[in-house]
């Protein structure tokens, strides 16, 4: 019993996935909306530029396979002898 309650459980998300996924949304999003700066009253939104959320994904995709890397420990440890 115990073991299927550990199978049906998921692992909470870490930063970057949540990250990565809003990332995403918003590049999905920018499809759809044509406008960059929003200004309503005395607030002002401005959104990310493409190439800005594509540098984000870049960068959270690769901190993401950097953790998946120490939970699996697939890196490599490199030796210096002085």
Do not use: C, V
């Not at 990332?23 to 309503?40: H, P, Q, S, V």
């Not at 959320?53 to 210096?80: D, H, M, P, Q, V």
């Amino acid at each position: 019993m115990a073991d299927e309650e550990n199978i049906t459980q998921e692992t909470p998300k870490t930063h970057a996935e949540k990250m990565l996924e809003a990332i995403e949304a918003a590049i999905e999003g920018r499809l759809t909306d044509d406008y960059k700066t929003l200004k309503i009253n005395n607030r002002e939104i401005t959104k990310f530029t493409f190439d800005e959320l594509l540098n984000l994904r870049t960068y959270y995709r690769s901190e993401l396979a950097r953790i998946k890397a120490r939970r699996n420990k697939t890196f490599k440890t490199i030796g210096y002898r002085f």
